[in-house]
C-alpha cells in the first residue's frame, strides 16, 4: 500500500466527498435503527401484547402471523430501497472522486 | 503439497470419493427403511460425484494464497449470494426451524425471522466498506490502521473461537442427523463429513467451496420448493384454507393441549388449533428472546465465515448485490420453511415427528417421505433420500466454510503475519494454508467424537454472541470511529469474548445436577397416582377411556425411563462444570449484557490508549472505505 505519495487528507476534505459522506451516514444509520426497531417490535410485542397477536383477520390468519410476515416485506424493502439509492447517487459520487484521484496518482 | 500433480489428485479425490461411500454399509435403524437404503446411497454418490468433480476442476485453478482464500476475487454478486445462503443455511435453519415450527407453531416462525434481519446490518454497515479495505481475514481489516501484530493476534484468536464452537456444534449435530436420518454410525458420520470436506478445503480452496456451497443451496432451495407446491397445491394456493386445515387437524390439537396442560381444560377442539398460530407456546421469557435477537442481528455481521466471503468478490458493487441475492434466498427459504414445519404438523404429526427425533429435526424428512406415498412406497422413499442427501450436503458445505476461515486466521493471521512478519514466498504462503487446513479439519473430527452425546445446540448461540460481543464492535468502530486504536480493538476482542463464554459458562444453558436430579425425582413420584388413574381406566373397559389410558401408559414409561436416566446420568455430581449448583446468570443467550460491554470496551480501551498509527492512518482508511479508491489494488496485492 504506496499511501506515503498520497494525499488522503486532500481526499476526504473534498467538498464531494464531504457530501458524499454526510449522505451516506445519515441515510445508513436512520434505516438501520429504523430495521433494528421494527425487529424487536416483532418478539416484545409477542411477549406483552399476545392478546393483540391473536386477533384474527383473514380465516385463521391472525395478525402476529400477518406482523411476522410483513418482517420479511420490510427487511427486503430495505434491501431493495437501500441497493437502488447507492447504485444511483453514492456509487456516482464515489465514481468522481475515483476517476480524479487515479488521475493525480497515474495508476 | 502444492506440487501436487493434477493427476495425483484427481486419484485422491476418487480414493476420498470412494472411503465416503464405502462407509456408508456401516448402519443400523435410522428413518430411512433398509429396503430403500440404497436409493439414499445413489443419491448420496451423486452428488459426491458432482462436488468431487468440481473440486477436481477448481484444484487446477487454485495457484495462489489469493485463489486459495478468496478465489482469486473471481466470484460474481450472483454466484456469491447464492454461496452466502449456502455457508449460511445450516442443518440448523434447514431442518431445525420446520422442526419448531411443526412442534410449536408461530414461535418457530418467529424465531426465523432475526436469521434474516441479521443481513440489514451486513448490508448496511459492513459488506461494502470490508471489501473495499479488505484482504482475505477480519483481522486484516482490524490491522489496516491499528498495530498490525496485536491485532492479527486478537482477531485470529477470536476467529479461531467463534468457527470451532460454530464448527462443533455443526460436526456433532451432523453426526448425529446423519446417524438419525439412515442409521450410520455416529463416528464413522463424522469421519466423513470431516474427509469429504477436506478434501474440498484442501485441493479447491475457496473455489471448490464456493461451488460446493452455491451447489447446496440450489439443491435446498429446489428441495424446498418441490415440497412446498405439494404440500400447498391442494389448497389451491391459498394461505387460510391451508392454515385451517392445519387448525383443525386433531394431532395438532392434540400437541398443543398436551403443551398447555391443565390450562387447556376449557378450551374447545378449534380454540386448540388456533392456539397454534399464537406466539407463546415455546417462548416463555421475553427477555431472553431479545437477548438471542440482540446476538443474531449484530452477530452475523461478525462471523468470520460470512465477512470472509465479501473478499471473494471483485468490488464493493458486487459485494453489495451478493447480499441482496442472500437475503432473497435466506428470506424466501425461512418463508417456505412456514409451510413445511405447519405442513409436517398436519400431515405426520408433532408427536410422530418427536417419536423419531426429540428436537423435532425429522419434520422436513419425514413430510417429504409421507409427500411421495408414505414409508412403503417407492417415491416417498426416493424423496426421503434426496431430503436426508441435502442435509448431508448442508453440513459439508457449512463445515467446509468454517474450516476454511479458521484455517485463514491460522495461516494468514498468525503463521504469515505474526511469526514470519509477511516475509513469505507466495508457495510457502499456499503450503501454509493446506497445513492450517489439515489441522483445523483433523481437529473438527477430534472435537466431533469427542463431544459425542453432548448437548451442543447453545454452541452455535454462543458463537454468534462471541461474534456480537467481540468481532462486530472491533470491526464497526474501526471502520466508522476516528478514535478507535489498538488498544480498543486488543480491549473490545478480550473483554467481548470472555464475557460472551463467561456468561454462558454460568448461565442456564449448563447442566445443574441437583436441578436434574429434583425434577427427575418429582416426574417419579408423580408416575405412581397417574398410573393408578390410568389403570384404574382400563380396568373400567370403557373402550374410549382404555385407548386413551393404554397411551398414557406409554407416555409414563418413556418418561420415567428418561427420568432414571437422568438421575443414572448425574449420579454423584453436584455441581455444574465451572462448580455451581444453580445458574449464577438467568438468560440463556448472553447478548443483552456482553454487546453493550463489548461496545463499551471498545471505546474506554481506545480513549485510554496512545496510537499514533490509527490516527495516521484513519483519513486513508475512511477514503478507501466509503469511495473503493484502490480496491481492486488491494485485491490483486
Known sequence: MASTSIQWSEIVADPRFQALHRKKQSFL?????????????????????PALYSIKVWGPINVGILFALSQFVVAWGIAFYYSKRANAEFDAMARELIVDFEKKVKV | MSSLSSRTKAFTLVGVAAIALTALPALAQGAVSPNYRWLTFAVFAAIIGVTMYVTFVAAKRVKTASDFYTAGGGVSGLQNGWAIAGDYLSAASFLGIAGLISQFGYDGFMYSVGWLVAYITVLLVIAEPCRNIGKYTLADILAYRNDPKKTRIVGALSTITVSTFYLTAQMVGGGVLVKTLIGIDYEISVITVGVLMLAYVLFGGMVATTWVQIIKAVLLVIASIVLVVLVWAPYGFSLPAFLQDVVGDPKVQARVAGLLGEASKNMTPQELGQRFLEPGLLFKAPIDQISLGMALVFGTAGLPHILMRFFTVPTAQDARKSVIWAMAIIGGFYVLTLFLGFGAAKHVGPAAIAAVDPGGNMAGPLLAQYLGGGADSMLGNFMLAFVAAVAFATIVAVVAGLVLAAASAMAHDLYVGVIREGHVTPQEQVRAARIATVIVGAMAITIGIAAKGQNVAHLVALAFAVAASANFPCVLLTLYWRKCNTGGIVAGMVVGTLLAVGLVLVSPNMTYPKAVRGAAEKVLAADGPKRAAAEADIASGDAAKVANAQKTIGALDRAATKAKGDIERVKGENTS????????????????????????????????????????????????????????????H
Open chain 1, 29 to 49: 444509520s436512520g434505516l438501520m435503527i429504523f430495521s433494528v426497531f421494527f425487529y424487536f417490535l416483532l418478539p416484545i410485542g409477542a411477549a406483552y401484547f
Open chain 2, 577 to 636: 462444570l465451572v462448580g455451581l449448583e444453580a445458574p449464577l446468570f438467568g438468560l440463556r443467550n448472553p447478548g443483552l449484557i456482553s454487546i453493550p460491554l463489548g461496545f463499551l470496551a471498545v471505546i474506554l480501551g481506545s480513549l485510554f490508549y496512545r496510537d499514533k498509527r490509527a490516527d495516521d492512518m484513519w483519513e486513508e482508511l475512511y477514503a478507501r472505505q466509503n469511495t473503493g479508491i484502490l480496491a481492486s489494488r488491494a485485491a490483486a
